[in-house]
Structures are given as C-alpha cells and as structure tokens.
C-alpha cells in the first residue's frame, strides 16, 4: 500500500525544510538601485513613471525586507500593483565599525537624503513616507528636524511613542534608572553596539510562546507547504536582523526607554532638542492588537505629541508586531487604512480622542 497525499506531502516538506533549500525559494521582488553609500542603499521597485511616491523606511536592527517578505505578505508588491512609486532604503548590516553612529547620522543625513532624491526621480514631487516600528520614529523625528523637506505625509506602522505602556520594557527601564549613563555607556563601549545574534535572541523572547511551541507547530502542519512557508519566511527574516550602533542603541535606551522623552514631544540629542511639533504633515498611526513591541496605548500617544500636524489618524488593526505589517490580514487592514490615507492624507477625519494638534480618530479593532 502507498503512501497517503498527505504523507507524501509532509515527507516532500520536511526534506525541504530540514534538508534541503526550504519550503520556497527566499522572495525578493525586482528592484534597481536608484542611489547607494554606507547605509543609504536605495531601491526602486516598479516603473519610473508609476504615480505618486512613496517611501518606506526600515527599523534600526531590522532588514528592510519586512516590506517584502513573502508572496501576498509584501507591502511593496501591493504599493506597485496600486500604482504607486515605490522607494525602499536599506541600511544594511551594522558592525563595530558603526559604533559612532545615533540617531542624528540617520536625521541629519541619511533619511533626509534619500527624500530628497525620490522626490528629485519622481520629477519634484512630495513624498509620502511609511515606516515600521523604530522606523517611524526616524522619520517623526526627520520631518521635525527638517520642515523643509518635501514630505506630503507619514505612516507609521507599530511605532511607539509613549515608552512607559510597553509593559515588558518596565524591568529594563527600572534598571536604567539605577544603574544610569555611565554603565550603559561602558557596556556599550566594550561592545561597540548590540550585537545581531543578541537582537535575534531579544526580538525571539518577545514571541517565547511561539518559540517554545514550534516543534509541535511544526509537526502538525508538517503536511502544509503554505503555513511552513509563512513560518519560514518569519525565521528567515529573523536571521538576518542587524545588531544596533553603539551610539544609538544608548541613545534609544536612556532617551527614549528611560526618560521617555518621545512622550513629552521633545527629544534631546546632546546639544540640541527635536520638537515633534515642528511635524507640519498629516500622519497616520496603525497599531496591531497583539503587539507586545508597540502595544495600542504607546502608540496611540501620538495623538498628544503632533500639535502641528494637520491631521494625526490612529487606527487599530489585527495582529503582532510584524503580523501588522505584513500578516495574512495586513492587506484587508493596515495596508487598506495605509493605501485610503495616501489617496489623500489632508482629508478630514472625524473628531475622536482629544489630541493639542489636528483631529485624531481612533477606529475600532476588526473582528
């Protein structure tokens, strides 16, 4: 007697994920590079003369294929099939090398830069920026630093922005207070920065359940190409996330986890303070249900700290951290309140929870 389908099936899947390339070949839509340079690659996805640009702007510590993920978990193919013009930089791999670098390398210069030239290729034309997680906060903080830039609006998918409602950063913000500057800058002296293989770990024991649990989720959809895709798609990005800058990761942890400085709508960096309210650009703000990374109430703070923006949009959509931006639902959420957004940020919202700037609306999670 033969072999049943799905027992051939789940035979042809663990030889592929345990032996051979994997379950499917790693995904990258096609590209070309627009602009290059340490940290700044640039990338083009679609036609030259598409329509409006966007572009999308990885996290510190992430590699920027969380916009590219898989087949039907890619925000850029549906940004292309939309018609939009879509920009992606990458910042690359991190090394002690970058231990110098913070925050104001990627403000002052490389964000700024990469603006400019999309807006230069896309024959003048004001960008509208999206960003997930830590990547929402640099372009928050680019379009202060810069009013002048020709910025048409900004997404940010996950960002956090009051640091005391991320409950599992509670411990780490206790010690930041007692141990103070000094140690966390001998630490990260020594290191020269966080290493990959410790954000890999540190991103992992956010999802312990999901870790603690996969043999099992393994074995007993070992017979479904599509679901061990996903999960390999997951792994596969998980391993490629760059370690932090010296510089900037202390800046991250005592500006914004300890002092919580992005909460109160000013940032310092040494001898200067980025004010949020000098963001002058309509701003949505998604956040997933799930998320232990940027839970719903630190992400919702936007709506207290944008008082020039025109219009502050915060939206709840199913999902975790990454499963907000490029989950099997992300398509019918997130990426639907982000593509209606661009069709005209400067619309007006209903009024909804009290913010000092412009309307905030806050939808109700989908079912």
Known sequence: MGLSGTAQRALRNAWALFVGDGIEPQHATASVVVADGPHRTLRRYGESDAGAPVLLVPPLAAPARCYDLRPGQSLVQHLVEAGRNVHVLDFGTMDRSDRHLGFEHWVDDIVPEAIARVAELCGGRDVDLAAWSLGGTLCLLTAAAHPGLPIRSITAFGTPIDYERIPFLGPARHLGRIVGEPALTAVTHLLGGVPAPLVQLGYRATALERELTRPWFVARNLADAGTLARMEAIDRFQ??????????????????????????????????????????????????????????????????????SPHVRFEVVPGSHLGLLAGLAARGTSWAHFTEFLDDPAAPVPPGTAGSGGDVVRVPEFP
């Open 239 to 308: 391993a490629d996330m760059p370690g932090y800058p010296g510089r900037l990761f202390h800046q991250m942890a005592m500006r914004l986890t300890v002092a919580n400085e992005l909460a109160t709508g000013r940032v310092r960096f040494e001898d200067r303070t980025i004010d949020l309210a000098d963001v002058t650009v309509p701003v949505l703000a998604l956040a997933g249900s799930d998320d232990v990374l940027a839970p719903v109430p630190a992400v919702e703070a936007i709506g207290r700290v944008l008082p020039g």
